[in-house]
C-alpha cells in the first residue's frame, strides 16, 4: 500500500520555507517504498527543485479561507491539509510539521498504519490534571462534553499533532475529529489547541492511538538552534549542486543533532547575540 507524506508550508518566509525543504528531504531519506511525497503550499514556485519527486497540492486564498471554517481559525488548515492529501487516493496518510524530521526508517511506522494503528507525535500531558491555567480553564469547559460522538472525560490526554498519520483503512478517524474541532468552536469553546484536542480525543478513542516520537523528531522548542543547521545544509545542498537523490543522500548522513527543547529565559534574547551561544 502506498504512504503519502504530506508537509504544509504558506507564504515564503525564509525559515518556514527551508523547514519544509529539510522535513521533505529527512523524510524521503527513511521512507520506505513505496512512497509518495506531497506539499500543501501556496507559493509552488518555491519547491520547483524537486522535480518530479514532489507532488504539489496548491492551494489559493479562497480555500485557505474556507478550510479555516465558519470560526476562521487557522489551526483548522492544518487539520484540513490531512484530510485534504488523504481524499487524493487510496493510501496511508502521514502527517508532518514543518518542524519534524524523520530520524529513523520509517517501516515500523508504516507497518503499525497497516495494522491499524493511528499515530500523533507524543502524548504531551493530560488535561484533567494539567498545570496551566488556560488548560485548566479548557478542561472545565469541555469535562464531560459529548462533541459530534467524540466524548472528553477523564484523563482526556493531550497529544502533540506535529505528527498526524492514519492508515488507508482509517480516514474516517480524520473525520470524527474534524467534527469534533467544528462542534468544540460552534459550542463557544476558543483556545489555540482546540483543535489539537479534538484530533487527540478522536484518535485516542479508536484505542489505537500510538506515538511517533521513536522516529521522528519535533524541534519546535528550538527552532532557532535547528535553523540554523537548516540553513548550513541547504547552503552546502546549493553549493554542491546537489540534486535531490544526492541532498537525500546526504540529509541522511548528516543528522541535526541539537536539542529538542530549550527553556529560553527573558535575557536570551538580549545576551545570545553578543555571547555567539546557539539555541
Known amino acids: 500500500?502506498?504512504?503519502r507524506y504530506v508537509t504544509l508550508s504558506l507564504?515564503?518566509?525564509?525559515?518556514?520555507?527551508?523547514?519544509?525543504?529539510?522535513?521533505?528531504?529527512?523524510?524521503m531519506a527513511h521512507a520506505p517504498q513505496p512512497a509518495e511525497f506531497c506539499i500543501v503550499t501556496d507559493k509552488p514556485e518555491l519547491y520547483r527543485w524537486f522535480g518530479?519527486?514532489?507532488?504539489?497540492?496548491?492551494?489559493?486564498?479562497?480555500?485557505?479561507?474556507?478550510w479555516k471554517g465558519r470560526h476562521d481559525f487557522f489551526w483548522r488548515v492544518e487539520l484540513m491539509t490531512v484530510v485534504h492529501a488523504a481524499a487524493q487516493g487510496p493510501a496511508h496518510v502521514v502527517y508532518l510539521d514543518s518542524d519534524v524530521l524523520a530520524r529513523k526508517p520509517l517501516e515500523p511506522l508504516v507497518e503499525g498504519l497497516a495494522a491499524g494503528d493511528v499515530f500523533m507525535h507524543l502524548h504531551e500531558h493530560d488535561l484533567a490534571s494539567a498545570r496551566r491555567a488556560g488548560d485548566r480553564r479548557l478542561w472545565r469547559q469541555i469535562d464531560g462534553r459529548d462533541a459530534a460522538g467524540v466524548r472528553f472525560a477523564a484523563p482526556c490526554p493531550?497529544?502533540?499533532?506535529?505528527?498526524i498519520a492514519v492508515g488507508a483503512?482509517?480516514?474516517?478517524?480524520?473525520?470524527?475529529?474534524?467534527?469534533?474541532?467544528?462542534?468544540?468552536?460552534?459550542?463557544?469553546?476558543?483556545?489555540?489547541?482546540?483543535?489539537?484536542?479534538?484530533?487527540?480525543?478522536?484518535?485516542?478513542?479508536s484505542g489505537r492511538l500510538r506515538p511517533a516520537d521513536a522516529w521522528l523528531d519535533h524541534f519546535w522548542s528550538n527552532k532557532d538552534g535547528y535553523g540554523r543547521e537548516i540553513d548550513r545544509q541547504l547552503a552546502e545542498i546549493h553549493y554542491r549542486g546537489m540534486d535531490v537523490?544526492?541532498?537525500?543522500?546526504?540529509?541522511?548522513?548528516?543528522?541535526?543533532?541539537?536539542?529538542?527543547?530549550?527553556?529560553?529565559r527573558w535575557w536570551n534574547r538580549l545576551f545570545r547575540p553578543l555571547a555567539g551561544v546557539d539555541g
Not at 507564504?11 to 523524510?27: C, F, I, P, Q, S
Not at 544526492?246 to 527553556?263: D, E, G, K, M, S
Open 11 to 27: 507564504g515564503e518566509r525564509h525559515d518556514l520555507t527551508a523547514r519544509a525543504h529539510l522535513a521533505l528531504l529527512a523524510v
Open 245 to 264: 537523490d544526492t541532498a537525500v543522500a546526504y540529509v541522511r548522513a548528516n543528522p541535526i543533532l541539537r536539542p529538542l527543547a530549550v527553556r529560553k
Open 1 to 3: 500500500m502506498l504512504t
Open 169 to 205: 483503512g482509517n480516514h474516517a478517524v480524520l473525520d470524527r475529529a474534524l467534527a469534533a474541532l467544528d462542534r468544540l468552536m460552534d459550542d463557544g469553546i476558543r483556545h489555540n489547541l482546540v483543535e489539537q484536542l479534538a484530533i487527540s480525543a478522536a484518535f485516542a478513542a
Open 52 to 66: 518530479d519527486r514532489l507532488r504539489l497540492l496548491v492551494v489559493d486564498g479562497p480555500t485557505l479561507t474556507a
Open 158 to 163: 493531550m497529544w502533540n499533532a506535529g505528527v
